[in-house]
């Protein structure tokens, strides 16, 4: 069955950096189109970036775009999120998506998530 | 970004009652060429992560029960739980994916 477990959150101060994994299991990862969407607590979703099965492309949210980069590496079947000069507002949990088309670019329809991991930027 | 806008905030249905949510998008999510609708629902039960419900609409996903139905073309979007269970409670969320993804804020549904 398809496993999607992140990792990598936790406490930082504003300004500093942290990167979060995701390990993919259960599909074919390199197939895949990758999503990192995130939702502050009590909060709604957001979506955060995408990168395409292949690594091609990859598209942020404007709210992130210049301080987090998106990666993969399909021979480990793992996502990643490098994030930098983090803000408060960046305080949420974030969750790895799969998009739900297949060798193709991305659909942006999220068709199973991880539980996600929670980033707390504060001082 | 197209905005999504959902309504109520919040219901309360009986067991066994229908509940209907609405989505409203601030422009056309309807790719007229597929003619398809770029619409998606997720519910949300607490403490776990989202689980998609609803694409292209009105298309189940996996394993959803036939309880869970989507309508609506171009901006206005309804879920509807034809009777509802226990394990329905849970908040719902519209996407778009038109263009870059957007959510709705989320409608709470609750047992009356």
């Known amino acids: 069955q398809v496993q999607l477990v992140e990792s990598g959150g936790g406490v930082v101060q504003p300004g500093r950096s942290l990167r979060l994994s995701c390990a993919a299991s259960?599909?074919?990862?390199?197939?895949?189109?990758m999503h990192w969407v995130r939702q502050a607590p009590g909060k709604g979703l957001e979506w955060v970036a995408v990168m395409w099965f292949d690594g091609s492309n990859e598209y942020y949210a404007d709210s992130v775009k210049g301080r987090f980069t998106i990666s993969r590496d399909n021979s480990k079947n793992t996502l990643y999120l490098q994030m930098i000069s983090l803000r408060v507002e960046d305080t949420a949990v974030y969750y790895c998506a799969r998009d739900g088309g297949a060798s193709v670019g991305a659909t942006k329809v999220f068709d199973f998530w991880g539980q996600g991991t929670m980033v707390t930027v504060s001082s | 970004d197209i905005v999504m806008t959902q309504s109520p905030d919040s219901l309360a249905v009986s067991l066994g009652e229908r509940a209907t949510i609405n989505c409203k998008s601030s422009?056309?999510?309807?790719?007229?060429?597929?003619?398809?609708?770029?619409l998606a629902w997720y519910q949300q039960k607490p403490g776990q992560p989202p689980k998609l419900l609803i694409y292209w609409a009105s298309t189940r996903g996996s394993g959803v029960p036939d309880r869970f139905s989507g309508s609506g073309s171009g901006t206005d979007f309804t879920l509807t739980i034809s009777s509802l269970q226990a394990e329905d409670v849970a908040v719902y969320y519209c996407q778009q994916y038109y263009k870059t993804p957007t959510f709705g804020q989320g409608t709470k549904v609750e047992i009356k």
């Open positions: 422009q056309t999510v309807l790719y007229s060429s597929e003619n398809k609708n770029y």
């Open positions: 259960g599909f074919s990862f390199s197939s895949h189109g």
